[in-house]
């Protein structure tokens, strides 16, 4: 058969991870990423891309942390190369800190991690409002550039990209054998998920380089993640809002949350001010689906829904997906790599 | 009373501030003047990276070990303060990295959460096969200096561009204690054998992507000759050179393609960064510091003489503790001259 023409819809950080996965394991794919945003205006160059995993409660623990550890060795092997810089990966330390001891001492990612360890009596001095903490070593996925290095070397590998809103996904399928929906929040309108809910998050860009450690609350409402150019406050976690708007108010509390924790961003210049819709879903949706009308068929993946954790399992997901890809594939009438895949 | 400090680097300037700050209202009639023919950006102390670090033994040198605690204490002390920025004293993570087990160094409680590496992070640097993280502080010269300079200009401390040739020129001009922070060239006031050049030269980069310092140990080269990787608050230093008895303060063609191919080789990411800056020093290097009072005589004049010079390649990292032992040494000439009231408690 001809090559098979798979769509990716979204090139956020997972439509280009797919993507990227999808030509790896069918070279003879014919791979076109479309969306209405590429970088920088996608909800991943909001995200600080830093890969502390976020749980799902619908997706079975020993999972996400395959997903988790595909994605951390995958980045970790890129930021130990000349080409780190220009991807925008680099390793770094820092700080997770709590007011009251939590339940769980061990997250299920702490032998992913590098160094994992409770914080000693004289870190946690620094934190007089913190009863608690862990010190670690992980990896940051700096946007723009990270997505613009992944938009190069899917262009390497002859994908095409195209700036294009797709509102149906059968608007596709007589131009393209396979759909991968890879479209984050967007899936909410483009394929009518209501499990699929935006969680509000609000961050600073700031100019602070001497900021070389990570801080976060564990609650998730305070964090200060240092990236190449930029330190990102963060944050809010607020469910259900659509708003793309950066509202004063909130500035001023993450400004003031994050000064708490690391008194010399009182000196932090060039305050910038975005907004993203975390994808939210009780698990992420990694599945094939066949739908039908009058009698054709599309075939779908879709890999969108991972809320906070996008960047921590990108790698995993898409390799999941392009799996799915191949599977899809396979059913193709004239497909002879049934065994291959 | 006159005062003057010889050497505007870390320690000159850090000794004069903390007498001042100590005795300025014990003796009404205290002027402070510093004299030095290099002031801050041309400094020895401005081309150090800043990382708070002392060598990997301290020869027995329990005063220095002493000095070194104090100074971290003193400016963990001052990293919420509003100062810090300005200082350009901030917190930073980092390895050092060991081609078989050393035994953990005398500042593992100093620094905040010492600990061995684990076999994963031992993967990020081929041929190394033991090695320590920790977090300790940077306080960068091209910050700290001028924040000295400012807190010293403030208290009607006055600074002059001279090269003093002898304490005998100082003594005879009527200064009553003079604090030798000459560094280096401290061997020109008054021989000393012992103190001798350690000769650096550091590559600064752009590479904001550098989040931690990476410090590499080979016993047989010694100290500072394998490569290094500092990052700072704008650039990143690289280095690994260490020439004893080397004045050469020229930029050395071979010392650079040393730098850049062993940085380089141990940080494959830094192959990208853009280069900015070369730049060589000399560090003052002594077997110990050499803190101590003298009392100089030229004919009629006599004056008290307070050395505090020698401290290689970790003057940053003492500068603090130095400063307050010649404040006491310092106490102490002024209770001789019945000039203050028993010296103050040890702040």
């Not at chain 2, 005879?172 to 020109?188: F, M, P």
Request: aromatic letters at 10%; a neutral charge; glycine letters at 10%.
């Amino acid at each position: 058969m001809a090559a098979p023409k798979v769509a990716v819809v979204g090139a956020g950080v997972i439509g280009l991870s797919t993507a990227l996965c999808i030509t790896e394991t069918c070279p003879s794919c014919s791979v076109t990423v479309l969306s209405d945003q590429f970088s920088p205006n996608t909800t991943s160059d909001v995200a600080a891309g830093m890969l502390i995993p976020h749980t799902y409660p619908g997706t079975p623990i020993h999972v996400q942390k395959q997903w988790f550890k595909e994605t951390f060795t995958f980045l970790f092997a890129i930021s130990n190369s000349p080409e780190a810089s220009e991807a925008g990966i680099h390793l770094v330390s820092g700080w997770q800190v709590f007011k009251n001891t939590p339940k769980k001492e061990l997250p299920f990612w702490s032998d992913v991690v590098l160094g994992f360890r409770p914080m000693s009596e004289g870190e946690l001095q620094k934190f007089p409002e913190h009863r608690f903490g862990q010190a670690f070593t992980t990896l940051k996925c700096d946007c723009p550039p990270y997505l613009l290095w992944l938009e190069k070397r899917l262009k390497a590998a002859g994908v095409q990209m195209h700036t294009r809103k797709v509102t149906d996904l059968w608007d596709l399928h007589s131009e393209y054998n396979v759909v991968v929906n890879c479209a984050g929040i967007g899936a909410h309108q483009l394929v009518g998920d209501e499990k699929l809910f935006p969680v509000r998050g609000q961050v600073l860009k700031v100019h602070a380089p001497w900021v070389k450690n990570f801080i976060r609350d564990g609650d998730g409402l305070a964090y200060i993640y240092p990236g190449i150019h930029r330190v990102t406050l963060g944050g809010t976690r607020e469910k259900g809002s659509w708003s793309l708007s950066p509202d004063p108010g909130t500035t001023k509390d993450i400004f003031d949350r994050c000064c708490s924790l690391e008194p010399s961003l009182r000196g932090a210049q060039d305050i910038k001010v975005k907004v993203g819709l975390r994808p939210s879903r009780h698990c992420v949706r990694l599945q094939r689906e066949v739908l039908s009308r009058g009698g054709v068929k599309l075939l779908v993946v879709h890999n969108y829904g991972h809320g906070a954790g996008g960047f921590s399992v990108q790698r995993g997901t898409a390799k999941e997906a392009a799996r799915l890809v191949g599977e899809c594939i396979a059913t193709l009438p004239g497909s002879s790599s049934r065994a291959k895949l | 009373m006159r005062v003057a400090i010889i050497g505007a680097g870390v320690i000159g300037l850090s000794t004069a501030l903390c007498i001042h700050e100590q005795y300025h209202s014990l003796v009404p009639s205290l002027e402070m003047e510093v004299y030095a023919d290099r002031y801050t950006p041309h400094t020895t102390s401005d081309g150090a990276a800043g990382l708070w670090q002392p060598y990997l033994s301290d020869h027995s040198n329990l005063r220095e070990t002493v000095w070194n605690k104090e100074t971290f204490d003193y400016l963990l002390g001052h990293l919420g303060s509003p100062a810090a920025k300005e200082m350009g004293l901030f917190l930073i993570s980092g390895y050092n990295l060991f081609t078989q087990p050393v035994p953990d160094p005398s500042w593992k409680n100093i620094v905040l959460g010492f600990r061995n590496l684990t076999p994963k992070e031992l993967e990020l640097f081929p041929g190394y096969s033991y090695g320590w993280f920790n977090t300790a502080l940077m306080l960068e010269c091209r910050n700290y200096l001028p924040w000295l300079t400012n807190r010293l200009t403030q208290r009607g401390v006055k600074f002059f561009h001279k090269k003093v040739e002898s304490f005998q020129e100082v003594s005879g001009d009527g200064v009553d204690v003079v604090i030798n922070c000459s560094g280096v060239r401290a061997g020109e006031l008054q021989p000393d054998p012992e103190l001798q050049p350690g000769r650096g030269q550091i590559i600064k980069v752009l590479a904001p992507w550098v989040k931690h310092f990476i410090i590499t140990h080979d016993i047989e080269s010694g100290i500072y000759n394998s490569p290094y990787v500092i990052p700072g608050s704008e650039f990143t230093v690289l280095g690994g050179i260490y020439q004893h008895g080397n004045w050469n303060e020229e930029n050395s063609a071979q010392d650079h393609k040393t730098i850049w191919e062993n940085c380089c080789r141990l940080l494959p990411a830094l192959q990208k960064a853009k280069i900015v800056e070369e730049w060589s020093g000399l560090r003052p290097a002594r077997p110990c510091v050499r803190l101590e009072r003298e009392t100089v005589r030229h004919g009629h004049f006599q004056a008290e003489v307070i050395h505090n010079y020698g401290h290689g390649g970790f003057g940053i990292t003492i500068h603090w503790g130095c400063a307050m032992a010649a404040a006491r040494l310092f106490g102490s000439i002024l209770q001789e001259k019945q000039l203050a009231s028993p010296p103050q408690p040890r702040l």
